[in-house]
C-alpha cells in the first residue's frame, strides 16, 4: 500500500494523547464545597501514579478512530493495481554512440558509457534497444532482433559489454549520414505507424567538424525523435595541424619545406605552440622545434624545412590541451619522371624549329619531370630508352628501318606524335601508317588558317572545352599539309581547320596509336608554339598516351586509395603494411584499398610505393555546435536538460499515483471506518460515565 | 446541638454553666445607689434627696444605676461561609447557638440584649432590650437559615456606631472569612464610641486543619466558585495564610484592646461560654473604663 499524502501519517503520534489523557487523573466529577476559596490556589492536574489504564476498550476505540483518521488523511492507494497502459508496447530507442576520433579526447567515451548504462537502466522489459556506432559510416553493434533473442535480465548488460568492447576510432565525423541511416532503419523497423517508429539516442560531442550537410534537403520521417546526449569535454581548447599541399609549380631549386596550417580553436587559453619534426618512437622532436604564436580562433601556415638526409616522417604539435590530433604524417611525393624521344633534324638551341619548343613546353616541377631526348633522324635509339619512353615525336622523315621500329613501338602501345614540317615526310607517314594512298600537299593559304573544328571529348582536347579555353582562332597557321584522312584505316579526325582540311588526326595502331598534326608548330608554320594552349596540349598528349599521373600520396582516414594507379592488375599480387607493422595481402581483383582506418603511413610492396593517411582536419575542429544547428536542419531534437528527465519521471509517476488514488478513493472507507468507530466510542464512553456516575448520585439522594 | 430548638438550647447550656459555677443568678437587682452629688439648678428635682436634706439641710442629688443592667448587642454573621460545616452542624448554627446562650444568660441577668445579623449587608436588627417575648424574637431572627453570598464585617459594625449611642457590649460572632482591609477603622470607631467590644471567630475544624485527603473540585459556598484543588500539595499554603490572616485579626483586635476569641465548632459550648466570661473579666482588669457591668462581674464571681 502507498500513500499520496505520507506526511498525515504522523497523525499516528497522536495516539499518543489518548493514553495521556487516560493516565491524568480525571476529579472533576467530584466536588466539595467549601467556605471560602480565598486562601487556595488552583493545583495543577498531574498524571496519576496509577499504571493501570482503566477503560482498555476505550483507549483501544479513540487510538483506533486517530488511526483510521491518519490513514484517510494520508490517502492510501493500492500500486500492484496499477497497470501503465501507455509503456505496455515498449518503445524502441536506437543508441547512436560517437566513435569519431574527436571521441578519443580525455573523458568522452568513459562519459559515453556512463550515458548508454544509465539509458539502459531506464528501458522497461518492453523496449527494444539497439546500439550503433558511427564515425565515417554506421557501424551496428548489438541489433534489435539481438535485443529482442537475448533474454530479458541480460540484455542491457550484453549490450554494454559490446560497447564496451569498442573504442572511438580515427574517422571524421559524418553524423548526417548516421542520423539519416538511423532514422530510415527505424521507419523501415517501425512499421506505418509513427507513434511505433521509435526514438534515436544520439549521444555525441557534437564538435563543430561533424558533417551535417546530408541532412539539407532530407525529409525527417514523422514519429521518429532525436533525444541528443551532448558530451562535455573537460578541455574546451584544442589546437590542430595540417598539411598544406605544394603547387605543383613550386621551386625545385629552394629547399624542400613542408607546409604545416597550425589552427586554434576559438576560446582557446593556450596560444603559444611548438611544431617540429618527429621521430617514430615519440621520444620528442628531432632538432629545434618552431615555436609559433597562434591566437585563439585563428590559424597560421608555417614551413617546416625537410632534411632528406633523415628519414622523417611526422610533425609534432605541443603546447595544447589535446592530444589526439597532434601528430600528422608527411612523406615527400615521389617525383615522376618521364621521357619523351624527340626525332627531328634540329637543334634545341634554334628558336625557329621544334625542338626549342618542345623542350620548353615540359618544365620540370617538384611532382614531375619530363625529359626530352633529341636524336637525328638518322640515329638509332637506344633500347632502354625507347622502352622508358611513351611517347615519341617525329619532325623529319625517318628511313625505312626506323619507321618500322617506331611503328613497332606504336603497335606495342606507344604514341608516336608525328608533325608534318616537310613535304618529304609522305613517305615516312606511310610506312608508319603502313598505306601507299597518303598523298600530302602542301597549303599556303592566303592569309592564314585557323582550327575551326575541335573534338573537345577527346582528353586531349577535354581541358579546353570550357568555353573560356576553347577559343582557338587565334592561332595562325601559315603552312600546313592536307592529307585525305579517309584513305587511313580507323582514323579519327581531332581537329579540322577552318577550311576544312584535318589538322590533327588520330589513327589507332595495335595498343597504341599514331597522331598526325598536318602543320609543325615552329614559327615558320603556325603560331601553335607561340600560344597558351601549346603546353597544355603537350601534356595532354602526354598523358593520354598512357602516363601516370602524378600520385597523391596525402589520404584522410577512410578515405579510398584505388590501387590501380599504383600497380597494373596483371602484376603480382600485393602486400599492404600498415601502420602498426602489421602486413595484409591484397587480393588481384581489389582495385580500391579501403582499410584506412588509422592514420600513419601505409606501405605497398611490388612496387614499392608509400602513401600516408592522416587525421580528417574537421575532427580537429572540436568548439560544440549548438544543438540548434540540428533543429534547423528538420530534425526533431527532444530536449534533454540535465535535470529534467528525472523531475519528468517524479512527475509522471506522481501523477499516475495521484490518477491511482482518485480511482481506488481507499480514504473514503477510512474515514467511516473513523466515524463508526467514534460513533461506538461514544456510546461506550456515555455507558461508562452513567455506570461511575450511578454511585455518585445514590450518596448525594 | 442536638437539641433542634435554639432557646432550648441555649437554656441547657447556661443552666449547665451555673450548675458547674454553684451560683445561682436568680438573686438581686442592678437599681442600686452609686453616689450623692451636690445639688445645682436644673437637676431634676425629683432626684433630691430628702432625707439627707431632712438630716444636714444641704440639697443632694441621690444618683442610682442605669435603669437597665446591660445593654448587649450580639452582631451574628449570616453568610452563606458561615453555613458550613464538617462536623454535622455548621458554623452558622454553633454561632446561633454560642449568641443564643449568651443571650439567654444575660436575659437571665435582666440585661437588655439586642441583635443584628448580618452578611454582606445588615438583615435583621434587633434593638436592645428586656421585655418579656423578645428573647423569643431574638431566637427566631438567629435562627433564620444564612443566606447571603458574601461577609462584610464594616457594614454592621458601621451601623452598630450609628445606632448605639450609650455604651455597651458589642459581640461580634463571625468567621471573619473576608478580606480585613476596612475592619480595623470600624472596630476602632467602635471602641471609640467607648463599646466593650469582643470580637469571637468561629472556624470549622476542617478548616482549620484543612485534612482533606483526596484530590476535588472545591466550590465556593459564597461565590460558587469551582478550583480544582489538591489537599496534599495545597494545605501547606493554606495553613500559612489562614494562619496569617487570623494573626492579622487578632493583631488588629490586640491593638485596639479589643478581646478576640477563636472557637473551633468541635468545642463545647459550656467551655465556649466560660472562655466568654474568662475572657471579660480578664479585658475588666485591665482596662477600668469598662467597670460598668458590676452587677455581672459581682455577681458571677461571687
Known amino acids: 500500500m502507498s500513500f499520496l499524502t505520507p506526511l498525515f501519517l504522523l497523525g499516528f503520534l497522536a495516539v499518543g494523547l489518548p493514553v495521556l489523557f487516560h493516565l491524568i487523573r480525571r476529579t472533576t466529577r467530584e466536588r466539595k464545597t467549601f467556605s471560602s476559596l480565598m486562601f487556595l490556589l488552583p493545583s495543577p492536574p498531574r498524571l496519576t501514579q496509577r499504571s493501570r489504564i482503566e477503560h482498555l476498550l476505550l483507549l483501544l476505540l479513540r487510538c483506533l478512530a486517530i488511526c483510521c483518521l491518519a490513514f484517510g488523511f494520508a490517502r492510501p492507494f493500492l500500486k500492484e493495481a496499477m497497470a501503465p497502459p501507455a509503456d505496455s508496447n515498449g518503445k524502441r530507442i536506437l543508441l547512436l554512440v560517437d566513435a569519431s576520433a574527436s571521441m578519443r579526447r580525455a573523458n568522452l567515451w568513459p562519459d559515453a558509457l556512463a550515458k548508454v548504462d544509465s539509458i539502459l537502466r531506464k528501458t522497461t522489459p518492453g523496449d527494444q534497444v539497439a546500439l550503433f556506432t558511427f564515425d565515417r559510416q554506421l557501424n551496428p553493434l548489438f541489433g534489435f532482433d539481438q535485443w529482442t533473442g537475448a533474454p530479458v535480465g541480460e540484455r542491457a548488460a550484453l549490450l554494454a559489454r559490446k560497447l564496451a568492447e569498442t573504442s572511438p576510432g580515427w574517422g571524421s565525423t559524418q553524423l548526417g549520414n548516421a542520423l539519416i541511416q538511423a532514422a530510415e532503419m527505424l521507419a523501415e523497423a517501425g512499421g506505418k505507424t509513427p507513434s511505433q517508429r521509435g526514438r534515436v539516442e544520439l549521444i555525441t560531442d557534437l564538435q563543430e567538424g561533424s558533417h551535417l550537410e546530408q541532412l539539407q534537403g532530407y525529409e525527417w520521417p514523422k514519429g521518429i525523435e532525436v533525444a541528443i546526449d551532448v558530451l562535455k569535454p573537460r578541455a574546451a581548447s584544442n589546437a590542430s595541424l595540417q598539411l598544406v599541399s605544394d603547387s605543383d609549380d613550386s621551386d625545385t631549386k629552394s629547399a624542400a619545406t613542408v607546409r604545416v596550417r597550425v589552427t586554434n580553436t576559438a576560446g582557446a587559453k593556450r596560444e603559444q605552440f611548438k611544431i617540429g619534426w618527429a621521430r617514430s618512437d615519440k621520444s620528442g622532436f628531432v632538432g629545434k622545434p618552431i615555436e609559433v604564436y597562434v591566437p585563439a580562433g585563428q590559424s597560421r601556415i608555417l614551413a617546416l624545412p625537410a632534411d632528406p638526409a633523415e628519414s622523417l616522417d611526422r610533425i609534432l604539435l605541443q603546447g595544447d590541451e589535446e592530444e589526439f590530433d597532434n601528430v600528422i604524417f608527411a612523406i615527400p611525393p615521389a617525383t615522376l619522371r618521364l621521357n619523351v624521344i624527340y626525332v627531328g633534324a634540329d637543334s634545341e638551341t634554334d628558336p625557329k624549329r621544334p625542338l626549342y619548343f618542345l623542350k620548353r613546353a615540359f618544365q620540370e616541377t617538384r611532382h614531375q619531370v619530363v625529359g626530352v631526348t633529341a636524336h637525328h633522324s638518322g640515329e638509332l635509339l637506344p633500347a632502354p630508352e625507347v622502352q622508358a619512353s611513351s611517347l615519341f615525336v617525329l619532325t623529319a622523315a625517318l628511313s625505312p628501318e626506323s619507321t618500322g621500329a617506331m611503328r613497332d613501338q606504336a603497335t606495342a602501345g606507344k604514341t608516336v606524335l608525328v608533325a608534318v614540317s616537310a613535304i618529304d615526310m609522305q613517305q615516312t607517314l606511310r610506312g608508319l601508317l603502313q598505306t601507299d594512298n597518303l598523298k600530302l600537299d602542301e597549303v599556303r593559304p592566303s592569309n592564314y588558317a585557323m582550327l575551326g573544328d575541335l573534338d573537345f571529348r577527346h582528353p586531349i582536347f577535354a581541358s579546353f572545352a570550357d568555353p573560356r579555353f576553347s577559343d582557338f582562332t587565334k592561332i595562325h597557321f601559315w603552312k600546313y599539309y592536307r592529307l585525305d584522312p579517309t584513305a587511313l584505316t580507323g582514323a579519327r579526325v581531332l581537329a579540322h581547320f577552318d577550311s576544312g582540311d584535318p589538322a590533327l588526326i588520330e589513327i589507332p595502331t595495335g595498343k597504341g596509336r599514331i597522331l598526325v598534326l598536318t602543320s609543325g608548330w615552329q614559327p615558320e608554320c603556325s603560331q601553335l608554339a607561340l600560344s597558351s594552349k601549346f603546353v597544355p596540349m603537350m601534356y595532354s598528349i602526354l598523358e593520354s598516351s598512357g602516363v601516370p599521373a602524378p600520385l597523391p600520396v596525402q589520404y584522410k582516414v577512410g578515405d579510398v586509395v584505388p590501387l590501380a594507379a599504383f600497380a597494373k592488375s596483371e602484376q603480382l599480387a600485393m602486400t599492404m603494411q600498415f601502420p602498426d607493422g602489421s602486413q595484409c595481402p591484397l587480393g588481384r581483383d581489389e582495385t580500391n584499398f579501403t582499410r584506412t582506418d588509422i592514420p600513419g603511413i601505409y606501405a605497398l610492396s611490388t612496387p614499392s610505393r608509400q602513401f600516408v593517411v592522416n587525421l580528417d582536419p574537421s575532427e580537429s575542429r572540436t568548439a560544440p555546435l549548438p544543438v540548434d544547428e540540428l533543429e534547423r536542419l528538420g530534425v526533431p531534437v527532444l530536449q534533454k536538460p540535465t535535470d529534467a528527465p528525472l523531475q519528468d519521471a517524479e512527475r509522471k509517476r506522481r501523477f499516475q499515483n495521484v490518477e491511482l488514488e482518485n480511482r481506488q478513493k481507499l480514504w473514503r472507507w477510512f474515514i467511516a471506518g473513523t466515524l463508526v468507530v467514534l460513533l461506538f466510542e461514544t456510546w461506550l464512553a456515555g455507558r461508562t460515565a452513567r455506570r461511575a456516575l450511578e454511585p455518585v448520585s445514590m450518596s448525594a439522594g | ?302
Request: glycine share 6%.
Open chain 2, 1 to 302: 446541638m442536638n437539641i433542634r430548638n435554639l432557646e432550648l438550647r441555649a437554656r441547657v447550656v447556661v443552666e449547665g454553666f451555673w450548675n458547674g459555677i454553684h451560683r445561682s443568678p436568680y438573686h438581686g437587682f442592678s437599681a442600686e445607689f452609686t453616689e450623692y452629688r451636690q445639688y445645682t439648678p436644673d437637676d431634676d428635682p425629683r432626684y433630691l434627696d430628702w432625707k439627707v436634706f431632712a438630716r444636714s439641710d444641704r440639697f443632694f442629688v441621690k444618683k442610682f444605676e442605669d435603669e437597665t443592667n446591660l445593654r448587649c448587642y450580639l452582631l451574628s454573621d449570616h453568610s452563606r461561609s458561615m453555613d458550613y460545616g464538617s462536623l454535622g452542624y455548621t458554623k452558622a448554627a454553633y454561632a446561633s447557638t454560642l449568641a443564643a446562650t449568651l443571650a439567654y444568660f444575660l436575659y437571665l441577668q435582666g440585661d437588655a440584649i439586642g441583635l443584628l445579623t448580618f452578611d454582606e449587608q445588615i438583615r435583621e436588627y434587633l434593638p436592645a432590650r428586656h421585655r418579656t417575648g423578645h428573647l423569643r424574637h431574638l431566637m427566631l431572627a438567629l435562627e433564620k437559615p444564612a443566606a447571603g453570598q458574601a461577609t462584610d464585617v464594616g457594614a454592621p459594625l458601621k451601623r452598630i456606631v450609628e445606632i448605639v449611642r450609650k455604651r455597651g457590649l458589642i459581640v461580634l460572632i463571625s468567621d471573619f472569612l473576608a478580606p480585613l482591609d476596612r475592619l480595623e477603622q470600624n472596630l476602632s470607631a467602635l471602641a471609640a464610641c467607648g463599646h466593650e467590644v469582643l470580637v469571637v471567630q468561629v472556624l470549622d475544624p476542617a478548616e482549620l486543619s484543612f485534612d482533606f485527603k483526596d484530590a476535588a473540585m472545591f466550590q465556593d459556598v459564597e461565590s460558587g466558585r469551582v478550583l480544582f484543588i489538591d489537599p496534599r500539595s495545597a494545605r501547606r499554603e493554606y495553613l500559612r495564610k489562614l494562619e496569617e490572616h487570623r494573626e492579622g485579626l487578632r493583631a488588629t483586635c490586640q491593638k485596639l484592646g479589643i478581646s478576640w476569641q477563636g472557637l473551633a465548632t468541635n468545642r463545647p459550648l459550656e467551655l465556649a461560654l466560660f472562655d466568654f466570661l474568662r475572657e471579660r473579666m480578664q479585658q475588666r482588669s485591665k482596662s477600668q473604663r469598662f467597670a460598668r457591668p458590676r452587677h455581672m462581674t459581682g455577681k458571677a464571681t461571687a
